[in-house]
């Protein structure tokens, strides 16, 4: 008895070793995380409607504007980086960053005149830049404790 059970313990590890997890890279996604440099988190957001994620970053001269007072700044600098949500394998009910739609930047220069790009992805369908310009300036951040 002791030997049938060894067996059937040892063919059950064996078979449930076999078993294949298919990857990101293998399913042809990657997933690009985006690196911010020198530049500091300000805020996120999500969009439950279309299932994504943002995270607001800026410079220094960015931080510490007080809410509201960013297109007056002339050396302001934000990136609004934006990724689908996805379901996290390891926890359920969980949402974690999956693929990267779109990294959008918004300078102020000397002028006081806002400089709009999208650096990788495209504008969301029916939104024109000045209304991408004014969700990104109007973003509030988020108050950390001292």
Known sequence: MKKILSV???CSLIFGS???NISDRENGKIRFMFEPGELKFIS????TDR???SA???NKEALSLPEGARHSHDRVFLKLVTYKMMEDPQYFGSKVNGELLRVETVKAGGDGKLDYTTEYGEIPSGESREQRIADIMDT???NFPQ
Do not use: A, E, R
Not at 44 to 47: E, K
């Open 140 to 142: 509030d951040p988020v």
């Open 44 to 47: 996120s957001s999500f969009n």
């Open 18 to 20: 076999c078993s294949k």
């Open 51 to 53: 299932q994504t994620m």
């Open 8 to 10: 059937l313990f040892l």
């Open 56 to 58: 607001l970053y800026g």
